[in-house]
């Protein structure tokens, strides 16, 4: 069974910056893509960041400049950089691994975010 565990959050103030970690049990080259989301208390899920297999990386345009994606292939992790962080990036954050050959989707159990002073 494919897992994928998320490192990395916790309680930060604004304008500080975090780094998210996701470790996958399989080659992450099995992904067609993998990413983050997050969901806040109340709202639904959504995209904050996704690297395809080809390294074409997509972001939400309230995170652009701020976050960065990227992977270490020989660690089957993906990492989320977060930077100049504000109160509104507070969420759960999930990582999430696409397998197109499968059709299917995995999640991590999340990681709590907080930006607050």
């Known amino acids: 069974q494919v897992q994928l565990v998320e490192s990395g959050g916790g309680l930060v103030q604004p304008g500080g910056s975090l780094r998210l970690s996701c470790a996958a049990s399989k080659s992450i080259f099995s992904f067609y893509t993998m990413g983050w989301y997050r969901q806040a208390s109340g709202k639904q899920r959504e995209l904050v960041a996704r690297?395809?297999?080809?390294?074409?990386?997509n972001y939400a345009v309230s995170v652009k400049g701020r976050f960065t994606i990227s992977r270490d292939n020989t660690m089957n992790t993906v990492y989320l950089q977060m930077n100049s962080l504000k109160p509104e990036d507070t969420a759960v954050y999930y990582c999430?691994?696409?397998?197109?050959?499968?059709?299917?989707?995995?999640w991590g159990q999340g990681t709590q975010v907080t930006v607050s002073s």
């Open positions: 999430n691994g696409y397998d197109l050959g499968k059709h299917r989707d995995y």
């Open positions: 690297i395809f297999s080809t390294g074409t990386t």
